[in-house]
């Protein structure tokens, strides 16, 4: 990928660049969701994944942990990670009743739309002069925000509306029309962008929009031999697009702390430890990411629809996510690891 261009989308400045993120630095990779998951699966051995089993119950027992199934099966482990997502059975067992309640995930303010295309019938729809370069736009305006990026070798493009979300349907999902979309886009339409990624999700059969839900905060991580990771852990919107990476992050600390341990009864201290380092991280980048929602939507009171203002505070916006060294993470957690085997 070149970059990703910020461009204003709606009112009278609609078509204005507001920057170029990662030009000249590093620009990112932008990746088709199946082509990750592929990726991540091929150096797994086959006989170690087992597909379509939903686990119902977690037992500790004195030193190891019983999963059951839906199928009926029981297995025991001497720990069990949760990577089952933002409504997780095992963040249910990990955080006990007050999961139910505090901790469980809520609506963050937004809904968004996500279609992949023809890379031939998006460009002709919006235009060639945003296809020039493996570019990803990023349109920002009022109460709502449109992306479009190119993936799988210039086959395909993804196109994306995100608007502001007053009123989250119970289900998380609302039907698309072009009423509705006209409406949601009314500021947006005298401007280069809307109507293409209009028609185009219109285009689609049966259109949705579904509401972003987050963990707004979360008490621990880990229980016992018991530990939560990725959206299970700290599902976030997608506005900083690092969901996917913090996961990443997560399971690179697990391999380091289990790489530091001797016997199974260190596990607790691994997941303390985990816990310790990682959260605060994690919870820090879901209140940057919905922020970053409300700006890119026009509804941070102090930046509103001002070029500038965006300009200036969507230069520094990645650092919470960028400024950190892995390796002193790593050490962080270790030092937590021996604190918590020394019972300190
Ligand atoms: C619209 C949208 C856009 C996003 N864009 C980005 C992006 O650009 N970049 C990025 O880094 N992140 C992005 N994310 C976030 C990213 O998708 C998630 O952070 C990531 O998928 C989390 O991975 P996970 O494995 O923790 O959870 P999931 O991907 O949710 O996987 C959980 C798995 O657990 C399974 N499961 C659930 N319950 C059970 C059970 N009881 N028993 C057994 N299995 C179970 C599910 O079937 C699923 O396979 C986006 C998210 C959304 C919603």
């Not at 219109?202 to 949705?208: G, M, N, Y």
């Not at 001002?306 to 919470?320: G, I, M, P, Q, T």
């Amino acid at each position: 990928m070149n970059s990703t261009r910020l461009v204003v989308g709606s009112g009278p400045e609609a078509g204005t660049v507001i920057l170029d993120m990662g030009q000249g630095g590093n620009p990112g990779l932008v990746m088709h969701r199946a082509s990750l998951l592929r990726e991540l699966l091929a150096p797994i051995p086959q006989e170690l994944l087992h597909t379509n089993k939903k686990l119902t119950t977690i037992s500790p027992t004195a030193e190891c942990v019983q999963i059951s199934f839906e199928d009926g099966s029981t297995y025991i482990y001497d720990a069990v990670i949760g990577a089952d997502g933002i409504f997780s059975n095992v963040r249910k067992h990990v955080l006990q009743d007050a999961a139910a309640e505090e901790w469980s995930a809520t609506p963050a303010g937004f809904w968004d739309s996500r279609i992949l295309v023809s890379y031939e019938k998006a460009k002709s729809k919006l235009g060639a002069e945003y296809f020039e370069l493996d570019r990803q736009f990023g349109w920002v305006g009022d109460r709502a925000f449109i992306m479009h990026d190119i993936l799988e070798n210039r086959t395909m493009v993804q196109c994306v509306i995100s608007a502001f979300e007053s009123d989250p349907p119970k289900d998380r999902k609302r039907s698309l029309t072009r009423e509705s979309l006209t409406e949601t886009l009314s500021s947006w339409l005298g401007g280069p962008i809307a109507k293409g990624v209009i028609d185009l999700t219109l285009d689609q059969p049966d259109p949705q929009g579904y509401s972003q839900w987050e963990h707004k905060s979360t008490s621990s991580y880990a229980k016992g031999n018991v530990c939560i990771v990725g959206d299970a852990a700290h599902a976030m919107t997608p506005w900083q697009g690092f969901g996917a990476g913090m996961a990443i992050e997560d399971a690179m600390v697990l391999r380091k702390l289990f790489a530091n341990i001797e016997s199974p009864k260190e596990i607790g201290a691994v997941f303390k430890a985990f816990d310790a380092v990682r959260r605060s991280r994690c919870e820090r980048i879901i209140h940057s990411s919905r922020e970053t929602g409300l700006i890119f939507c026009g509804q941070n009171e102090e930046i509103r629809l001002d070029v500038n203002k965006f300009r200036d505070s969507l230069a520094s916006r990645w650092e919470c996510i960028d400024a950190i060294d892995y390796q002193s993470h790593e050490e962080e957690a270790l030092t937590y690891l021996k604190e918590h085997i020394s019972g300190k």
